[in-house]
């Protein structure tokens, strides 16, 4: 087997290896578009039961805060509330309680998402400093 590849020309050599590294190229980026496909698939596959898990979520909280309006309105009630006046005054409280916690929430998040929290100073810096290095060299 040696021979045979010993007794072919260098032209024809060269000509064998770029087409074998082409070809190999090719293989290689059909694989990554491969996996690309299946990870992509998987992720959206997760990203579909992540969104049917919030939908539950907040159908969940929205029969949680509403059995927390009976509640309350119960205990106001035994209070000698009137049943009206008690499902409003309860109605009331648990909205301005879950409005306060939302309007945290919220603006933590908005805190976090500000130009200054987001900036990469550290990259910045080290930037700088191979500017700064590539200068003097030059």
Sequence with gaps: MANS???????????????????????????????????????????????????????????????????????????GFTEPSADAISSVVVGVVVALVAWGLISRGLAALRGENLKMDRTSASLRRDVQIVRERT
């Design 5 to 79: 590849v010993d007794n072919r020309p260098l032209a024809e050599l060269v000509t064998g290896l770029v087409s074998d590294i082409s070809s190999l190229f090719r293989k290689e980026i059909h694989l990554a578009k491969a996996e690309a496909s299946e990870k992509m698939s998987g992720a959206l596959t997760g990203l579909e039961a992540f969104a049917a898990g919030l939908v539950f979520a907040l159908g969940a909280i929205g029969v949680l805060l509403a059995a927390l309006v009976r509640g309350l309105t119960a205990f106001l009630v035994t209070y």
